[in-house]
């Protein structure tokens, strides 16, 4: 049974950084991917960031890029997002997800497993 469990949430002022891991059992598949989702308050889920784990792409949505870095530890089945100079609009719940499809889009509606969320609170 696969299990995603996600930590490092919390409030921080705009301009700051947070860093969230995601720690993963149960990962008995040769090739999948693994991704960052986020839901803002009366806002749909969207992609955040995410690694196809066997060729080791990252892609990241535009709104984030060049403030968030992905990055994974083989060894521990585990991912991290630094969020460097965070704005209220980072505001949300984070999630972590896995794809058994490698060859994700990153759609939500495509991911099998979800984590329960971190809550991220970016202060103006």
């Known amino acids: 049974q696969v299990q995603l469990v996600e930590s490092g949430g919390g409030l921080v002022q705009a301009g700051g950084s947070l860093e969230l891991s995601c720690a993963a059992s149960g990962l008995a598949f040769s090739s999948f991917a693994m991704g960052w989702f986020r839901q803002a308050p009366g806002k749909e889920r969207e992609f955040v960031a995410g690694?196809?784990?066997?060729?080791?792409?990252?892609d990241y949505a535009d709104p984030v890029k060049g403030r968030f870095t992905m990055s994974r530890d083989n060894a521990k089945n585990t991912v991290s997002l630094q969020m460097n100079s965070l704005k209220p609009e980072d505001t949300a719940v984070y999630y972590c997800a896995v794809d058994r499809n490698s060859w994700t889009r990153w759609s939500s509606s495509a991911m099998d497993y979800w984590g329960k969320g971190t809550l991220v609170t970016v202060s103006s």
């Open positions: 690694i196809k784990w066997s060729g080791g792409r990252i």
